[in-house]
């Protein structure tokens, strides 16, 4: 696999490099959910277009990431699902929606895979729980109440990847999450307890209760059924998390 890209993902794909060797993994642009600007967004647009050529031109599958999270699938009545039309409520929502379009308009040979929030060691500063943790750490944590996040620890995002290329999806789109989104203040209170701190919490606006689907998910990979996704997975995604901060 040929991985396009230098940051957190790009670097949670490289136990992968000497697979797929007909793939291009498309791991760079904007990761921001919010504070991106239009430059932002357009410099990834040009950037899908520039690969998207030559991935058609060299008879490679291209594999997009774009974004489960609450952007996309915040307004959806139900799990969102990948089946079904959905209306983003963030611009980096609609972004990333944009850009599906974009890559499913030109022709090219594709995997569209819709991220949760991925977890693991080195996340940007900018990502939810990193954000958290630091917040916990000085001593105030802002929250949207009634807010939900699918987190998915990097390596069961890693296998789901894998076996899905594995199986050869053509032109799908699929959503890579746990199918389990917890509410913030269980994600603030967990970590907050593994951390012995007490923050205090100040809330902003209500935040947006979601859910994301993972039928097609579990129908492509059957094995998802073994990798332990459920209503407490959230608290080994940070155990894991907190363990590499500290090795």
Same mark, same amino acid.
Request: net charge negative; with cysteine.
């Given at each position: 696999?040929? =991985? &396009? ?5 790009? !670097? ?11 793939? &291009? %993994? ?22 899908? !277009? ?10 490679? !599958? ?6 489960? %999270? ?48 991925? &977890?693991?060691?080195?996340? !940007? ?15 105030? &944590? ?18 789901? =990847? ?49 859910? =994301? ?35």
């Amino acid at each position: 696999m040929e =991985i &396009v890209g230098t940051g957190f993902l790009a !670097r949670c794909l490289r136990p992968l490099a000497d697979r797929h060797p007909d793939t &291009v %993994a498309l791991a760079a642009g904007e990761s921001r959910t919010s504070g991106a600007s239009d430059a932002d967004f357009a410099r990834e647009a040009a950037l899908l !277009r520039d690969v998207t050529k030559r991935c058609a031109a060299d008879g490679q !599958r291209l594999l997009f990431f774009s974004t489960a %999270a609450t952007g996309l699938y915040g307004l959806a009545e139900g799990p969102g699902s990948e089946d079904v039309p959905v209306t983003p409520c963030t611009p980096y929502g609609a972004h990333k929606l944009a850009l599906e379009e974009q890559l499913r308009d030109s022709g090219a040979d594709h995997l569209i895979l819709r991220l949760a929030h991925l &977890v693991g060691p080195h996340g !940007r500063y900018h990502q939810l729980v990193p954000t958290l943790v630091r917040q916990i750490r000085e001593g105030v &944590v802002t929250l949207h109440r009634g807010a939900t996040r699918d987190l998915i620890r990097v390596g069961d995002a890693l296998t789901v =990847i894998d076996r899905l290329l594995a199986t050869g999806p053509r032109a799908e789109t699929v959503n890579v999450a746990s199918g389990f989104a917890a509410p913030v203040e269980d994600i603030v209170g967990h970590l907050a307890g593994a951390l012995g701190l007490e923050p205090r919490t100040e809330y902003v606006a209500t935040g947006v209760p979601y859910a =994301i689907s993972t039928r097609k998910l579990r129908a492509l990979v059957p094995h998802v059924a073994d990798m332990g996704f459920g209503p407490d997975y959230y608290q080994l995604v940070l155990n894991h998390f907190l363990a590499a901060e500290h090795a």
